[in-house]
């Protein structure tokens, strides 16, 4: 049974930055798109980035290109979401996610395993 597990999230403040780790056991990542999602209090959950199975295709949400980036390494069963300049509204549960396919989409339907999910907490 695959197993995905979110590590780094916490609190900071305002501009601060986060990595967050997302290892996947008793599977393998490196046939599949890989992906970051958020849910934040009161909203639904929301689309952060994505990267296909061998990183050469990544996707950012408007809001957090040039301050995020997905990265992986398929050998560790690992993906990476760097987060810089960090606002208050990005205060959420953090999600990893596996896709189905060797690609990877901004769509959360097309993703079947997912983590428990990390806070990351911005104070302003």
């Known amino acids: 049974q695959v197993r995905l597990t979110e590590s780094g999230g916490g609190l900071v403040q305002a501009g601060d930055s986060l990595r967050l780790s997302c290892a996947v056991l008793?599977?393998?990542?490196?046939?599949?798109?890989m992906g970051w999602f958020r849910q934040a209090p009161e909203k639904e959950r929301e689309f952060v980035a994505s990267?296909?199975?061998?990183?050469?295709?990544?996707e950012y949400v408007d809001s957090v290109k040039g301050r995020f980036t997905i990265s992986r390494d398929n050998a560790k069963s690992t993906i990476w979401l760097q987060m810089d300049a960090l606002r208050s509204e990005d205060t959420a549960i953090y999600y990893c996610?596996?896709?189905?396919?060797?690609?990877?989409?901004?769509?959360?339907?097309?993703?079947?395993?997912w983590g428990q999910g990390t806070q990351v907490t911005v104070s302003s």
């Open positions: 990267i296909d199975a061998n990183g050469g295709t990544t």
């Open positions: 996610a596996r896709h189905d396919h060797y690609s990877s989409s901004p769509y959360s339907y097309g993703y079947r395993d």
């Open positions: 008793g599977g393998s990542i490196t046939n599949y798109g």
